[in-house]
């Protein structure tokens, strides 16, 4: 049952009866506003700890506070692995060769997987309203990221240039580049499903939001982000295709890609023509880069992470690959689980993100009321795990958030749709 909390208001409701006005908040309405703010903000990022963090911080004490929240099965055996992971990470910082910012790291880590844990109860307590808050929130925080990286990249502040871009890349309110093109894909695909499942009128208003996403994602130039979301829209598609029974949701997913590919091409053709986009874009298409190859390249550096692993059962401390044995992290968010946590929490993660991805998939499968909410997730976080492969997502904020919207809508306990309506369906 929802709570109210009530308060007296400052003038008479009445003046000279003696009465006073009062006023209320339900219970529901601090904890929309919360998670609004919190996923609001979680794209702006120039430091840490960010605005989001702290409103988290609020989530996480909060809503269990508010009543708001149910766990189930999958959220606590999810958030169980990664208090192991985190434990074990903790152990192995007494090897790290920098032990205080080891431990910040792993802290991070187990305030993040609380985080997630608390919005996976809100989401399941009440799932589709509280899906679409956290997603529509979430969206309007990938905009304003993506204003920001107009505004430094096309000049038009001249002075936010190198606040808002990096080495010619667009990344708008974060530090990296990367980590904006893997933010904006999740928001992408949440349009993209509007655009291929809603009327016509909703569809033009997701495509209208959908094309400055996608511009800036390809202007942060990276190619695990473009990877990524491809990835993404193209399970997207298909999960939608497989589960639905009718002809003319078929053609409509047809008219709406082919639609949405023609605009896109126009949109980097026009893109093209400014020199500096086509010299970067061919660059970073290139899959030779110099940093890449040879033994300190990335994939040198993920060989060397792969011996070191089979040598130290226990892991060999947070942050000691960079510091001693490469010039910088293995960029594969697996290879350094097993670096920082040991073999035991190593498998903890694969286990926790693996199962996540599986168990989402099996869900988006059942005809309910939650399948749309579930393929979006799902179809989002099996990006960010692909992604996870080349580079290291694991304090990524959006990979948590997804993670937690799967943990929820799978713990939810889906409403069975009518016989009527599955025959419309």
């Known amino acids: 049952m929802t709570g109210r909390l009530t308060a007296a208001a400052p003038l008479d409701a009445h003046p000279g009866n003696g009465s006073r006005a009062r006023w209320t908040v339900s ?5 929309a506003i919360a998670v609004a703010g919190a996923m609001g903000t979680s794209t702006i990022v120039f430091s840490e700890p960010a605005v989001a963090d702290v409103l988290m911080a609020a989530v996480i004490v909060g809503l269990p506070l ?6 189930g099965n999958v959220s606590i055996l999810n958030i169980v692995l990664w208090l192991v992971l985190v434990a074990l990470g903790i152990a192995a910082c007494s090897m790290s060769t920098t032990f205080g910012t080891a431990v910040t790291h792993q802290v991070v880590t187990l305030f993040l997987a609380l985080g997630a844990f608390v919005l996976a109860g809100y989401v399941a307590a009440d799932p589709l309203p ?7 929130a979430y969206v309007a925080a ?3 990221a993506t204003a920001a990286a107009f505004a430094g990249y096309f000049q038009i502040l001249p002075q936010a240039y190198d606040l808002f871009t990096s080495y010619g890349r667009a990344r708008g309110t974060f530090k990296d580049p990367n980590v904006l093109g893997a933010a904006l894909a999740p928001a992408i695909v949440y349009v993209a499903w509007i655009a291929l499942r809603n009327p016509s009128r909703h569809a033009l208003l997701a495509a209208a939001v959908g094309l400055p996403l996608v511009l800036a994602l ?3 130039f990276s190619r695990g982000a473009w990877a990524s979301a491809a990835l993404s829209l193209l399970l997207v598609v298909w999960l939608a295709i497989v589960t639905t029974r009718r002809s003319a949701d078929i053609r409509r997913f047809v008219v709406v890609a082919t639609l949405g590919t023609a605009t896109l091409a126009a949109a980097v053709a026009s893109m093209l023509e400014l020199d500096a986009v ?4 061919a660059e970073r298409a290139s899959l030779d880069q110099s940093y890449d190859e040879g033994p300190e390249g990335r994939f040198g550096g993920q060989a060397k992470a792969v011996r070191l692993i089979l040598e130290h059962p226990f892991g060999i401390g947070t942050h000691t690959f960079r510091d001693t044995y490469h010039a910088e992290e293995a960029h594969n968010v697996y290879l350094s689980q097993f670096l920082n946590a040991g073999w035991i929490g190593g498998t903890a993660y694969i286990i926790s993100v693996f199962g996540t991805l599986a168990a989402g998939l099996y869900a988006s499968r059942r005809r309910t009321a939650l399948q749309g909410p579930l393929i979006i997730a799902t179809a989002a976080f099996a990006g960010v795990v692909f992604e996870g492969f080349v580079i290291d997502t694991d304090h990524w904020r959006h990979f948590f958030i997804l993670m937690a919207l799967v943990w929820g809508l799978v ?13 419309h369906d």
């Not at 508010?66 to 766990?71: A, C």
Request: with cysteine.
């Open 27 to 31: 219970t529901d309405t601090l904890a």
């Open 142 to 144: 990938c905009l304003i």
């Open 66 to 71: 508010l009543g708001v929240t149910r766990f």
């Open 411 to 423: 713990d939810a306990t889906p409403p069975v749709l009518s016989p009527e309506r599955r025959r």
């Open 218 to 220: 390809l202007l942060s």
């Open 278 to 281: 086509e010299n970067l874009f």
């Open 130 to 136: 509280r899906f679409r808050l956290v997603m529509l």
